[in-house]
């Protein structure tokens, strides 16, 4: 499969605790984006990395959360200290940057559904 | 402010019936537009998208779209839908200066009878 994976599909945790999710992107793609999308809405941007630099943060990654690429491949998203508003899907997304100024299509992992207790 | 506006939650149609689904976008400039689709349980899939030219762009699936400046408007359309169709359907865009970050609309689930 070349496609962009998540892991863990599904995650159900109480509140307090701490979680991190994981993304593959394409292996070529040197741009990742991480996503949250609450039921009924479409999805919001958190946050974006070229290569291992996280370029920007939306206003919506409070302290709480903390994304990271070290190697410039695979991502790791933590949210520490989960409360019940975090529960929702986590997508990612990963794309081929060509250049500043340029836009390439996002390819969207399956998500990872959070529940917080 | 800068936002996407997808005024139907619900739509239902017979299948065979043709399709038209509404997307406004507010934005001083012309953003780059994008049609997503969303199934249960998969990734969010690119229909079709919109840069410049011509304002009437092919997707996939026998999906076309519409950008009309005047109107800030981007509606996706389908001459005969299919059962196969029912889904979630997202308009997006790409504010220019903005970098490369989505922003989508709230989504129209497409319900199709038999």
């Known amino acids: 499969d070349t496609g962009v994976s998540q892991d863990p599909r599904h995650k159900i945790t109480k509140r307090g605790q701490n979680v991190t999710f994981r993304c593959d992107p394409i292996s070529e793609h040197n741009r990742l984006y991480w996503y949250r999308q609450t039921l009924g809405q479409g999805p919001e941007f958190l946050t974006y990395f070229q290569n291992e630099a996280q370029l920007e943060k939306s206003r919506l990654l409070s302290d709480r959360f903390s994304a990271e690429r070290p190697k410039g491949s695979f991502s790791t998203l933590e949210i520490q200290r989960t409360e019940q508003g975090d529960s929702a899907m986590y997508l990612c997304a990963s794309s081929l940057g060509t250049g500043s100024g340029s836009y390439n299509e996002q390819f969207f992992g399956p998500g990872t559904r959070l529940t917080v207790l | 402010a800068q936002s996407v506006t997808q005024p139907d939650i619900h739509i239902t149609v017979s299948e065979g019936a043709s399709l038209e689904l509404r997307c406004n976008y507010s934005?001083?400039?012309?953003?780059?537009l994008f049609w997503y689709v969303q199934s249960p349980g998969q990734g969010l899939q690119l229909l079709l998208k919109y840069f410049s030219g011509d304002t009437l762009v092919q997707g996939i699936k026998g999906f076309e779209a519409e950008f009309k400046r005047s109107q800030s408007s981007f509606n996706l359309r389908k001459p005969s839908v299919h059962w196969s169709d029912a889904a979630e359907y997202f308009c997006?865009?790409?504010?220019?200066?903005?970098?490369?970050?989505?922003?989508f609309g709230g989504g129209t689930r497409l319900m199709v009878k038999p």
């Open positions: 934005y001083g400039a012309t953003p780059y």
């Open positions: 997006a865009v790409v504010f220019n200066n903005a970098g490369n970050m989505l922003t």
